[in-house]
């Protein structure tokens, strides 16, 4: 089985500073891999996602983040941190057997505090 | 706004009773996804169905069932409900049931809440 490991639960930057959140991941084979954010008392939404094309992914909102096979890493950015960057993030594995389906592997989530 | 609605959006019951949660695709979406979020197991997959065809099983609780019609609604069946089965559980859908360009895009979810 697929897994994702985020390695920190919380994360603070101050507003305008550069964002860093760290995921690992672990696969028997070429993983497809996301993230998702979740504002409070909202659903998630897809910011990114990186099927075996280029490796570094760009996203919404100025998030990108790039695979590095050799460290099984994906790792979400972003240069300038806002205001409304405030929320829980998701790194994602996608398990699938094939193309008859498809189980999304959810991190433990990072939750993003901003400083004014 | 993903597309995906989701019915009730809150609903508090007690201990031992029964509740349907409802959800409604994207449009042209083929896949419905449920997911639970708790505060102790995080999100997990609980199933899938593809075009009324149950394609995958995650950690769904047998007292659990799920469903998907015709019009491609699904409904979500909780039975003699739990303290432990208070989460948020989510709908997801997608136009293909997996392979690297499926993206699958999550509804707002239903809180749960049993007393």
């Known amino acids: 089985a697929q897994s994702v490991t985020q390695l920190d639960s919380h994360v603070s930057v101050s507003e305008g500073t550069p964002v860093l959140l760290r995921c690992n991941y672990s696969?028997?084979?070429?993983?497809?891999l996301f993230w998702y954010v979740q504002h409070p008392n909202k659903g998630l939404q897809l910011l990114l996602k990186?099927?075996?094309?280029a490796t570094l992914v760009k996203g919404i909102n100025g998030f990108e983040a790039e695979f590095k096979k050799s460290e099984t890493s994906f790792h979400l950015t972003k240069p300038s941190a806002h205001m409304s960057d405030a929320a829980e993030y998701f790194c994602v594995v996608s398990d699938r057997w094939g193309f008859g389906n498809e189980k999304l592997t959810f991190g433990t989530g990072t939750r993003l505090t901003i400083i004014p | 706004d993903s597309g995906v609605t989701q019915t009730p959006k809150h609903l508090i019951t007690a201990t031992g009773q029964r509740v349907t949660l409802r959800c409604s695709p994207r449009s042209g979406d083929l896949s419905v996804y449920w997911y639970q979020q708790s505060l102790d197991q995080g999100l997990q997959f609980l199933i899938q169905?593809?075009?009324?065809?149950?394609?995958a099983k995650g950690n769904i609780l047998e007292r659990f069932s799920a469903q998907q019609f015709p019009d491609l609604h699904s409904e979500l069946n909780l039975s003699s409900l739990e303290l432990g089965d208070s989460a948020l559980y989510f709908c997801?859908?997608?136009?293909?049931?997996?392979?690297?360009?499926?993206?699958?895009?999550f509804g707002e979810g239903s809180w749960l809440t049993v007393v």
């Open positions: 997801a859908s997608s136009v293909e049931a997996g392979g690297p360009g499926n993206t699958i895009y």
């Open positions: 696969s028997s084979y070429s993983p497809s």
């Open positions: 990186y099927t075996s094309a």
């Open positions: 169905y593809y075009n009324g065809e149950e394609r």
